[in-house]
């Protein structure tokens, strides 16, 4: 996700989208590292007050429990690093339960909480059941984490493939209280959900590896960003009779407005899956 200003759109969904397609291709995954050393210019480091928030969430959708404090952090510049000729973004290791991160992703929650989910799982592979179901809507599942456990399959038959925008799209837009350590997030919870008594199975745009699924758009006084996720699984374009499926996407507040963070303002907000938006809402930002 990156910035684009004066309503003109960058590429901020496709940087992250090339970082995806590469780790779909490659099968990249570090979560089954689990004694891996650590990289040579790893530094440890606390983990802000906001993991806190995000373990208990992770504790919550996968109806485990673990003591954040024994976990150890650390992290290395850039966005992905080299580990035994693996390029990884991150990676839980079980015999010193320690989270190792690439210095750009610590303000992802998604992508941290896939570490955490590791860790109070106590596993390095990816129960479906978690990382597309329980969890789904908080982790990211990217690569070899859709195919640990198997492939998924279409669970009936008598469904219909439609596009978009013959689901209900909502989007739900909350400025956090301040964390611990004065730290303040904005979160936009896009919801969709199928209002029909058939099962469905959408037809998102894109081309047939990157289908777009949940997505937003932030207008404010310094421009604005937009971005989203694309399909990793068809079981996010699959919907029974009536189910709702989420995404939570995050921004810290600060003083510039780039991936991941939001400047103080008013902001026009929209939700969208496949690229079918939701109504406009607005919030206001404060330090």
């Known amino acids: 996700m990156m910035p684009f200003l004066d309503g003109s ?3 901020s ?4 989208a090339a970082i995806l397609l590469v780790m779909i291709a490659l099968g990249i995954s570090a979560c089954d590292l689990i004694t891996a050393p650590l990289p040579p210019n790893a530094q440890p480091f606390t ?16 109806g485990r429990s673990g003591d954040l ?18 390029a990884v973004a991150g990676y839980w290791n ?28 106590r596993r390095p592979v ?4 978690q990382f597309l179901g329980l969890c789904a809507p908080l982790v990211s599942c990217q690569g070899i984490c ?4 198997g492939t998924w399959h279409v669970p009936r038959s008598d469904y219909v493939v439609l596009p978009p925008d013959s689901l209900n799209v909502a989007a739900s837009a909350e400025l956090l209280p301040h964390e611990s350590d004065g730290e303040r997030w904005f979160a936009l919870e ?21 289908p777009h699924t949940f997505g937003y758009d932030l207008r404010g006084p310094s421009g604005g960003i937009g971005g989203g996720e694309i399909e990793s699984d068809s079981s996010t374009l699959f919907f029974q009779p009536f189910e709702i499926k989420k995404w939570l996407f995050e921004f810290r507040v600060s003083s510039d407005l780039s991936e991941y963070r939001i400047t103080p303002g008013s902001y026009l907000v929209r939700g969208d899956y496949g690229r079918h938006r939701s109504a406009d809402t607005t919030i206001t930002i404060s330090p």
């Open 13 to 16: 969904s496709a940087a992250r």
């Open 47 to 62: 983990p802000p007050a906001v993991y806190a928030r995000w373990w208990a969430m992770t504790e919550a959708c996968s």
């Open 94 to 121: 079980s015999s010193a339960n320690r989270i190792v991160l690439a210095e750009d992703i610590v303000e992802q929650g998604d992508m941290v909480r896939h570490e955490m989910l590791h860790a109070l799982l």
């Open 190 to 210: 896009v919801s969709v959900r199928n209002a029909g008594a058939h099962a469905v199975l959408v037809a998102a745009p894109g081309d047939r590896v990157t």
């Open 69 to 86: 404090g024994a976990v150890r952090w650390y992290r290395v510049p850039g966005s992905r690093f080299t580990l035994r000729g693996q």
């Open 9 to 11: 759109k960058s590429g």
């Open 146 to 149: 859709t195919r640990d456990d």
């Open 126 to 129: 990816h129960p479906r059941s």
